[in-house]
């Protein structure tokens, strides 16, 4: 059987000391502000270690309920000119920060993830809200792998995720919604730290 991504970028030899790391990783990720990441981001072949992390999400009889684009550096303008044209649909008399602002949270992030979902409807073992956990636990190992990798990461989608001409710009069909962009790069300044929840919080046994 040809051997999947997945397997040709994790082949660790100790798996012991590699669940450590994963368990402190996973209790050490925070997301970074796209204002806060700087150049470099992930090359492409990190690019595809966190593709082929999101691509490990449990995933109810394999329907693959995602796909993610890649925006490229040329492609960066025209994505920040089409959420300067969606804010502006907003809010007409947008003054000159505010159009850079837009913009920049396009041109200014090193790397930019769409993420899609294109969910089966109606199929008869698997309902959308299952398909919707597993796009959700694709976004969470992508931003662990980049985690992992030493780059700082955040999903951000804002009202973005509705937009029609957005989707429609980005070549999505009908069936599928954009659910954000996962937004990479080196962690470029320090960020307050906001406190983690209390397991008792969130957890009762029955
Ligand atoms: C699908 C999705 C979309 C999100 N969109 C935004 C967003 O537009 N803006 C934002 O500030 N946070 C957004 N978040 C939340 C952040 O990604 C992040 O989880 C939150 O700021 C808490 O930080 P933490 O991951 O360090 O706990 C989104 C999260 C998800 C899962």
Request: charged letters at 20%.
């Amino acid at each position: 059987m040809k051997p999947s991504d997945a397997d040709l970028i994790f082949q660790h030899p100790n798996p012991v000391r590699e669940g450590v790391s994963l368990l402190q990783g996973l209790l050490s990720r925070r997301s970074v502000s796209p204002r806060r990441l700087l150049k470099p981001g992930p090359n492409l072949s990190e690019v595809r270690q966190c593709v082929a992390s999101a691509l490990t999400a449990p995933d109810h009889c394999r329907l693959r309920p995602w796909r993610f684009i890649l925006i490229d550096e040329q492609s960066k303008d025209q994505l920040g000119e089409l959420f300067v044209q969606l804010k502006l649909n907003q809010k007409p008399d947008l003054s000159q920060f505010e159009r850079d602002r837009e913009k920049n949270r396009a041109c200014a992030v090193p790397t930019l993830i769409a993420v899609v979902a294109k969910c089966t409807q109606a199929h008869p073992q698997v309902p959308v809200r299952e398909q919707h956990a597993s796009v959700g636990a694709a976004i969470q190992n992508m931003l662990l792998c980049a985690h992992g990798l030493g780059f700082g990461a955040k999903m951000v989608s804002g009202r973005k995720a509705d937009d029609l001409e957005l989707a429609a710009a980005l070549g999505l069909t009908a069936n599928e919604q954009l659910f954000g962009f996962v937004c990479i790069g080196t962690i470029g300044s320090d960020q307050r730290n906001t406190a983690r929840p209390n397991v008792a919080d969130h957890l009762t046994i029955w």
